[in-house]
Every structure is written in C-alpha cells, then in structure tokens.
C-alpha cells in the first residue's frame, strides 16, 4: 500500500545474517564450566507395570555424577513413570555423566523390571469394551446415549407433569445402546446446531464416508535440548529451544514446586518448532533435576531417535463424515463423529473438529469428538493444530458431493461459503472475511477456468480456515542519541516476526528501517511475551509494538514542543525528525538531536511502552489448486502445479508471508502423500529419516503465492496470522487432485504409491 513507508514492503530478516554466518546461538551451542550431559532412561515397552527399578549398576560406571528417578520430584508432579509404562519411550529416569558417552551406556545400565501387558495401539479398537483399560476413568457415553442421558436429566428435572412412562421407554433405549459406550476416552467435546436428521431428510444427496489421517511429526531440524544450572542459592538457570520462554517459567515452576522468582529462562535460537517446541518435561525438568542433584550445569539434548519415541507429533484421527445437499448445490446437513488418537496423555486436538463446519452455510450440524488414550507418547500442536486432518475429510467429500451432482468444485464452494453477517453455525455473526476473494484469486491464478488435462491427469481444489489466537505481550522502545531505535521484548522469533515488529516500529516513527534494531531478553529481564504458536506473534506482539511506538511518539513530540518552545499539536514527526507545521522560516530537530537533548531533562531517556493482551481475531482462508500426474504403473503422484492463496489482512513483509504460505502448503504435500508414523505390534515407530520420509527438493512441487489483503479491524494495519493457514487446505487438495486423475477416492492418507495402485486394482483400473 503506497501509504507506507516501511509496513507492507519486503525486507531481508533481522536475522538474516547470524542465521547465514552461524553466528546464532543455537541449544547445542551452549557450554557452561563444567557442564555433565544428561541421558534419559526410556522404557523399552509399550505397555508394562514397572516391579522394580535398579540403579546400581549404573552408578558405579566411572563419570556418572547423579541419576534422578521420580523420588526426586518433591512436589509428585509425573516426570518419571513409577508404576507402569504407557508406551516405548516413555522417561524412568535420567543420567548424568562426566561425558556423553558414558550417560548413554549409564542409562543402558539401568535394569527395570517390566510386566508386560496388552498393547492398545488403534483408536477404533481403544473405544470397545473388550480392550484393556489404559487408565482407570477413561468410560465415555457415546454421541447417542448422551443425548439420552441429557433427556432424561431434563424429564427428571421437570415436576410440572408425569413423565415416568417417557423415562422408562428412554432408560430401556439407553441400556440397550451398549455399542454406544466407549472405553480409553481422554476427552470429548460436542456442538450442535439445527436439525442434522431433518436436514439429511431435505437432501437430494447424502454421502458419508470415514477419513483416516496418521500421526506425523512436526521434523523440525535441531532435537529438543536444554542446559540447567542450579546454584548454590537455589536459583534456576534454564537455556532452552523453545516457543514460549515463559510457558517453560511457569511448566518448570510448578512441576517442581520452584518460585518464579527463582527461574530464569534464556531462549536460544531454535531450529524449527512448529507447535513441537512448548513441552516442559522432554529436556527442561530432567536438566533442572540433575543440576539440583550435583551442583553442575547439566546438558540433556534428545537424539533424532529420541524425537520419535518421545517428542510430541501431530495427532492422528479417524472421522466419520456425513453430509447432505440439495441437486443445486446447496449444503443443507453435516455430521461428523471423530476418534483422536491422543496417546498416554489427554490432549490431541478434540477441539478443532468443530472446523469440519469449514466456511460454508451449513444450517444444521452435529459434532462428536473424542480424544482416545494408546499406548503412544502424548501429541501437541503441529501448524494449526487438528485443522488439516478436518479439512482433508470435510473438502473431501465436499469434493465428492459436487462430482454427484455434476458441479463445479470452485462454483459450489463460493456457492455456500459465509458471507459478512451471516450466522456461523453454532458459533457468532460473520466478520469481514475475504472468503470468496481467496478461492476466486487461486481459481485464476491457475487457470482453473479454463484447465485442461492429459491422460492420469487431475486438478483438486480445497480451502481451509484458522483464526490466529492472541496473547498478553508487552515491548519496550528507546530513542538513541544518533536516531537509532532499540526494541527490547521477550517473544521468541521463528518466522521472520521480529522483522514484522521492526517494520512495524520503523513505520509508526517514520525511520528507516535499517535504523532499527530488536533485542530479545530472557525471562528475569524482558516483558512478559505470550508463545510463539498459533499465528500470536505479529498479531499480539505487533499490536505491543504499534501500541509503544506509538507511546514513544507521544514522549517525542512533548520533548520536541518544549526544545522548539512550541505546542505538541503544532509539531509532525516525519522522516525521522519533528517539524513545526506553522513557522516562518521552517523548523525541526531530528529524533538523535531529541535524544540527547533528552538526557539532560528533568524527564529523562526517551523510552515508550506498549502492553497489549487481547482484540478479537478475523478468520484467515487458504485456498489451493493443484494439478497432477499419476503413473498407473508405478503408483507414483508428480504435482504438475501447486498454486495457494491466502487472506492476509495486510502483508508486513510480503516476502516473509510468501515464505509461510510456501513452507506451510510444501508441509501439507508431504502430510497428504508421504509422512507416517508407523508403529509395530512391539509400540515401536519409524524412528529417523531413514523409515520415515520427508520430501526433498526433488519430491517438491514449485508452489506459486498468491496475497490476498482484506484487513482485519484489531490486526496491527489489518495484518491477520499468517502461519497456520496455508497447511490447513493441502491434504484435501492433493486428495482431490488425485481422485480426478484415476476416479478413485483414496480416504487414508499418506496417498503412498502402494494405495493407488492398490486402489486402481480394486476398482478393475
């Protein structure tokens, strides 16, 4: 927008040059004087009681300083199992040793005494009686028996006339649905709104279908690793790649019963996080126990195998899809039931199914979701946490439904997407949204309108949602003598944020860009910073940063009217300097000039300062096309083209936002057509590179960005979250694309080689 000097141009990252030089510090990096290295002891089975832990051996192995179980836990928070195993890497104890070589045969060393037990591995098995019980409260009344169960409540409830003869009829039903209950639940959710029977009822097509997505992981490149340093006053030093600096505070505070005050976390530059970087207990807690015990820093970094067995993946899920429509195209029902796989822990991501909903008027829908407990490590957040694996079922039979009725993919879906004002079902009013705008700019981008395809050719087309979240977040901002500008703030930078906030600064000053430099602080030094996850950071600490800058121009056009013996009204800061608007002759002082005018002031520095906690969200779209080429020999899927659009509010930096939009689709290819954790019948999974595959350059598809700008009102200058989005459309996309290409649905991804010649097999193709 030509308005801006400095806000929506592209410019290289703050970064840009520690990053290339290797001058950034990353966990590994860290040395303390006399540092041990910290080794993990991980069970060895999935599903085990724990009879016996026997240290002995290890502790007479030369080098090893200290070896911590959960007895050391003082507070009896879970750091360590005690009483059984809930699957194959699961931590028992931790090691530390003069070398990390002798930590790992230390930990080797270490003898438990297992009594194996059944193996629950699949989320549909989990759910039925006869499966073996993971934890002890885990018995979930089924979508239909809840309702029941919520009927009778209401019957009961109601003495204003007899209603024993319904009650009976009701309890009778209820006892009969014994299918209907499920076993292993850690959590569930439900949503309604309408009447999903009477609209499948009104519906000239329904079609229902079960999606099945795999647990992936996030593959960041650098392991989790954390260095702790307990001194001899009882404070806590803790050097850590990670998301949230404070979240690791306040996880290590608690699990350990330490005060805050006594707890300094020092982030160091990470090497990819993607929602994988927010655990507590992976490296952090297990450091900090060992330094406690020997008075040293202790370094405990995972191994890529490590990462695996224990690092925390995207959720797999199996969800049951119905949905009905009219012959013109009109969505009139959707139903889903969905089964999260959240592995030994409650967690996974339940609460996104609600986005099956997508963007479209859906006038009557029912969601049942439930998290199930396997003998797998916990999940935790992977880009838009739950989004993909919904979009992928929802688009897909979206798709389907429009193949039936003969419709155009594109045409149906800007038939029924949510316009401003319409009700969301079972949700508010609709904002402003660039919905049509998005599908509309990557319908043309890749010619979809007037496509053409060879033979074993297809095109797909999918959308999908997010809203980024918010978060508190406070920055400082000071003026120096030479007109340079400092930013002092404790987020953590992954993207490319701390060049938005920059761009941000520079523009509301009205200085150069390069005269503007940004300073990340630890937790004893820096403003309290919400995580960098959910597509927060220049949402949240944009706004703190527009909020200071702004703080800032308040102090220098008061310094500015008392050296220029003028009023604050009568002054305009432009191009880094303050002018009087009506004088003759001219007059002005720069922002350096002020600074050091400042110093001698009854006032003092120039310092501004912005805290911000929360604005409402506007919704994001990301839409893509993708065309393909599927060899019916060899099963192999080749993207021809891949073009993603996305609702941005307002590009800070265009080249940043086209980074995003480029990594988060290329993440969703792979998702959709190669990523997998597999796990045996032993609970052991692919557990490197070498098993589980990631695309290379070769594998990618050249990815065209397209921008779409429709400003959100409490965005800083309308600009929305912008990382989340474009991995949640590219599952369905590819899915879509490839179902074109041979006319065979393949409804369990990845979409390896394998499923489709399988699959043409099937359907005598």
Same mark, same amino acid.
């Given at each position: 927008m030509s308005e801006y000097s400095v806000v929506g141009k592209s410019v290289p990252r703050v970064d840009a040059l520690d990053k290339v030089t290797g001058a950034a510090q990353y966990g590994a990096d860290v040395h303390r004087p006399g540092m041990l290295y910290g080794k993990i002891v991980r069970s060895k089975h999935p599903h085990a009681y724990i009879r016996g832990i026997d240290t002995s051996e290890a502790e007479k192995l030369p080098g090893v300083r200290a070896i911590v179980t959960q007895a050391d836990v003082k507070t009896g928070r879970s750091v360590f199992a005690t009483d059984k195993v809930l699957y194959v890497g699961e931590p028992i104890a931790a090691v530390a040793a003069t070398d990390p070589d002798i930590a790992e045969e230390a930990a080797e060393l270490v003898k438990i005494d297992y009594e194996e037990l059944p193996v629950v591995q699949d989320v549909l098995e989990a759910i039925k009686p006869s499966t073996p019980r993971l934890h002890n409260d885990d018995t979930k009344d089924g979508p239909a028996r809840r309702v029941i169960k919520a009927r009778l409540k209401k019957l009961s409830d109601d003495e204003s006339q007899d209603h024993s003869a319904e009650i009976e009829e009701l309890t009778a039903k209820f006892e009969s649905l014994e299918d209907e209950v499920y076993y292993n639940i850690s959590a569930e959710t439900h949503t309604e709104a309408g009447d999903v029977e009477k609209g499948f009822a009104e519906s000239d097509i329904v079609v229902e279908d079960t999606y099945v997505v795999p647990r992936v992981h996030q593959t960041y490149m650098e392991p989790h690793v954390s260095i702790a340093e307990a001194d001899s006053s009882g404070k806590v030093t803790v050097w850590a790649s990670t998301q949230g600096p404070f979240a690791i505070r306040s996880g290590v505070a608690g699990t350990l019963g330490i005060p805050l005050t006594q707890i300094n976390v020092i982030p160091t530059t990470m090497g990819g996080g993607f929602g994988g970087r927010f655990g507590v207990a992976l490296t952090h807690v297990p450091a900090v126990l060992l330094s406690q015990k020997t008075g040293r820093p202790v370094r405990v970094q995972m191994t890529r195998e490590e990462e695996f067995v224990d690092g925390r993946p995207a959720p797999g899920c199996v969800i049951k899809l119905k949905t009905g429509a009219t012959n013109d195209g009109r969505i009139l029902a959707r139903q889903a039931l969905a089964f999260w796989d959240s592995g030994s822990v409650s967690g996974a991501s339940i609460g996104s199914t609600i986005r099956v909903r997508g963007v479209y008027k859906i006038p009557n829908l029912k969601v049942d979701a439930y998290g199930v407990y396997t003998n797998k490590s916990g999940t935790t957040a992977y880009r838009a946490p739950g989004t993909p694996q919904v979009a992928y079922a929802g688009e897909s039979q979206l798709d389907e439904i429009a193949r039936k009725i003969g419709m155009d993919g594109v045409e149906f879906r800007l038939k029924n997407m949510r316009e401003e004002g319409d009700q969301i079902p079972a949700g508010a009013k609709e904002p402003k949204v660039g919905y049509k705008e998005t599908l509309k700019a990557?319908?043309?981008?890749?010619?979809?309108?007037?496509?053409?395809?060879?033979?074993?050719?297809?095109?797909?087309?999918?959308?999908?949602?997010?809203?980024?979240?918010?978060?508190?977040?406070?920055?400082?901002?000071?003026?120096?003598?030479?007109?340079?500008?400092?930013?002092?703030?404790?987020?953590?930078?992954?993207?490319?944020?701390?060049?938005?906030?920059?761009?941000?600064?520079?523009?509301?000053?009205?200085?150069?860009?390069?005269?503007?430099?940004?300073?990340?602080?630890?937790?004893?030094?820096?403003?309290?910073?919400?995580?960098?996850?959910?597509?927060?950071?220049?949402?949240?600490?944009?706004?703190?940063?527009?909020?200071?800058? &702004?703080?800032?121009?308040?102090?220098?056009?008061?310094?500015?009217? &008392?050296?220029?013996?003028?009023?604050?009204?009568?002054?305009?800061?432009?191009?880094?300097?303050?002018?009087?608007?009506?004088?003759?002759?001219?007059?002005?002082?720069?922002?350096?000039?002020?600074?050091?005018?400042?110093?001698?002031?009854?006032?003092?520095?120039?310092?501004?300062?912005?805290?911000?906690?929360?604005?409402?969200?506007?919704?994001?779209?990301?839409?893509?096309?993708?065309?393909?080429?599927?060899?019916? &020999?060899?099963?192999?899927?080749?993207?021809?083209?891949?073009?993603?659009?996305?609702?941005?509010?307002?590009?800070i930096n265009p080249m940043a936002v086209e980074g995003q939009i480029e990594g988060g689709t290329v993440q969703g290819y792979a998702w959709a057509m190669m990523e997998e954790m597999q796990y045996d019948e032993k609970g052991n999974v692919n557990p490197g590179f070498v098993d589980y595959r990631v695309p290379t350059s070769a594998d990618l598809p050249t990815v065209q960005s397209v921008i779409v700008e429709v400003p959100a009102p409490n965005g800083p200058f309308g600009a929305k979250g912008v990382g989340e989005p474009p991995i949640t459309p590219t599952l369905a996309t590819m899915a879509n694309a490839v179902v074109d290409a041979i006319g065979v649905r393949i409804t369990e991804l990845p979409i390896k080689p394998e499923k489709v010649i399988d699959a043409l097999k099937q359907n005598g193709k």
């Open positions: 990557v319908a043309d981008a890749a010619g979809w309108w007037n496509r053409e395809k060879g033979p074993n050719q297809g095109w797909g087309v999918a959308i999908g949602d997010w809203t980024n979240g918010c978060g508190p977040g406070g920055i400082y901002i000071s003026v120096h003598e030479d007109g340079s500008v400092r930013i002092f703030h404790g987020s953590i930078d992954i993207t490319g944020t701390d060049t938005a906030i920059a761009q941000i600064v520079a523009e509301v000053l009205t200085v150069p860009y390069e005269q503007v430099t940004i300073t990340r602080g630890d937790t004893d030094s820096a403003p309290y910073a919400t995580g960098s996850g959910g597509s927060v950071v220049t949402f949240t600490m944009g706004n703190t940063a527009k909020l200071a800058a &702004e703080d800032t121009c308040q102090r220098i056009l008061a310094l500015a009217a &008392e050296r220029l013996n003028t009023s604050a009204d009568n002054l305009e800061l432009k191009d880094g300097k303050v002018s009087v608007l009506v004088q003759d002759p001219p007059r002005s002082i720069s922002l350096g000039e002020l600074a050091a005018y400042s110093l001698s002031t009854t006032g003092g520095p120039i310092v501004g300062k912005g805290s911000f906690a929360r604005k409402p969200s506007t919704p994001a779209l990301a839409a893509q096309i993708a065309k393909v080429e599927v060899d019916p &020999e060899t099963g192999n899927v080749r993207v021809l083209k891949m073009v993603s659009s996305q609702d941005v509010g307002f590009a």
